[in-house]
């Protein structure tokens, strides 16, 4: 999922002690190796999903050190967690932590260590349960959902609006649209499109999908995109695209010519959460930088920096009230009942996966 930063982060403000005298200026501090035996830690999150000077504030607050790894889907997270590698803090999707806890990869985390979890909105830990039904391992880090960016002066919003996912398919805008290159989106949009549930088991949904996306891939020269198409739109190559809210914020800010629709044949809402896995070397630090990622202070500077929506209500209304003013995708509709979120399916994953690939490659 990606994620790209737009603003230069403020830097998080340390707190000063001036002693008396001439002794010098103390800045507060916890000694990470004295409180918890430890000052490393391993973080692995999405490509730019964090504000410039946050990895840094966390490091001079607890006089540690942070490796911070970037993966770029909820797959490599999962191959590299596979593979051995041992991290203390990782940010997957709502559906990767329903795999991952259903694989025994996660610890349960220690809730009296992070108790800025008290900040976080409490609609979005209902929907947590979805994905982690006793809220047990689990902390959300940001929230969003899935759109459409379309050009308002080439497309006529009348069209975007009656047709919703289906405007993929309407061929006066062949060679004018991006798709999103993820079987997890794609088929989500044409199973939505047709009226069903994007975690539908039933193989005739299925193949129905299937076919709504080789019609659309035949009669409409889509470019399947995933990353570059958050400069493509503000630079208008093409006229219409899938994209994540949080990126949609972006390209609406860079160019006014662009708006965001939420089609009212549902979409994915989704939530990226910390969790921290079972073979994490440092877990007591782990739980600090969890905390301090859902403290007022750096949540603002986060979302701010990347545009995708504040877990914490107060921040989420300040930014959109200010930065994000009159961004429709900076917060996400809620309550909506043809709206859900992603569910763990090996079965039908690898379904998808395989009717994916045939899907581009034919013509």
């Known amino acids: 999922m990606k994620k790209t930063v737009k603003f230069i982060s403020v830097a998080l403000a340390l707190s000063l002690l001036t002693a008396c005298g001439n002794k010098k200026v103390e800045t507060t501090q916890i000694d990470a190796k004295q409180k918890y035996g430890c000052n490393k830690i391993?973080?692995?999150?999405?490509?730019?999903?964090?504000?410039?000077?946050?990895?840094?504030?966390?490091?001079?607050?607890?006089?540690?050190?942070?490796?911070?790894?970037?993966?770029d889907s909820n797959e490599m997270l999962h191959t590299k967690l596979l593979g051995g590698s041992s991290y203390d803090v990782i940010v997957p999707s709502d559906y990767m932590v329903e795999q991952l806890l259903k694989e025994d990869y996660l610890q349960k985390l220690d809730k009296s260590l992070i108790p800025n979890l008290s900040n976080v909105n409490p609609s979005l830990l209902k929907k947590q349960k979805d994905f982690d039904p006793k809220q047990e391992y689990s902390v959300p880090y940001f929230w969003g959902n899935v759109g459409i960016v379309y050009n308002k002066k080439k497309v006529n919003p009348a069209d975007v609006e009656k047709l919703g996912w289906n405007v993929f398919r309407d061929t006066k805008y062949k060679g004018k649209i991006f798709f999103y290159d993820s079987q997890r989106d794609g088929f989500m949009v044409a199973l939505k499109a047709l009226g069903y549930s994007m975690n539908t088991k039933d193989d005739g949904e299925i193949k129905k999908a299937y076919a709504w996306l080789q019609e659309m891939n035949k009669?409409?020269?889509?470019?399947?995109?995933?990353?570059?198409?958050?400069?493509?739109?503000?630079?208008?190559?093409?006229?219409?695209?899938?994209?994540?809210?949080?990126?949609?914020?972006?390209?609406?800010?860079?160019?006014?010519?662009?708006?965001?629709?939420?089609?009212?044949?549902?979409?994915?809402?989704?939530?990226?959460?910390?969790?921290?896995?079972?073979?994490?070397?440092?877990?007591?630090?782990?739980?600090?930088?969890?905390?301090?990622?859902?403290s007022k202070e750096v949540q603002k500077n986060n979302s701010k920096a990347v545009g995708y929506t504040a877990v914490i209500q107060e921040v989420e209304e300040e930014i959109a009230n200010n930065e994000y003013d009159g961004i429709a995708s900076y917060r996400p509709r809620t309550n909506y009942n043809k709206d859900e979120v992603f569910h763990y399916n090996p079965g039908v994953k690898?379904?998808?996966?395989?009717?994916?690939?045939?899907?581009?490659?034919?013509?």
């Open 42 to 71: 391993n973080v692995y999150n999405a490509s730019e999903y964090i504000a410039d000077d946050t990895i840094k504030n966390f490091e001079k607050k607890y006089n540690a050190h942070v490796q911070y790894d970037l993966f």
């Open 350 to 363: 690898e379904k998808l996966s395989d009717l994916w690939t045939k899907v581009k490659v034919q013509k």
């Open 219 to 294: 009669t409409m020269a889509p470019s399947y995109v995933t990353d570059e198409v958050i400069d493509d739109m503000v630079n208008n190559k093409k006229d219409i695209a899938i994209m994540y809210s949080g990126d949609a914020s972006y390209v609406l800010l860079e160019n006014e010519e662009l708006d965001y629709f939420q089609p009212k044949q549902g979409t994915n809402i989704w939530t990226d959460a910390m969790v921290i896995p079972k073979n994490a070397s440092c877990p007591a630090l782990a739980h600090a930088f969890i905390n301090e990622m859902v």
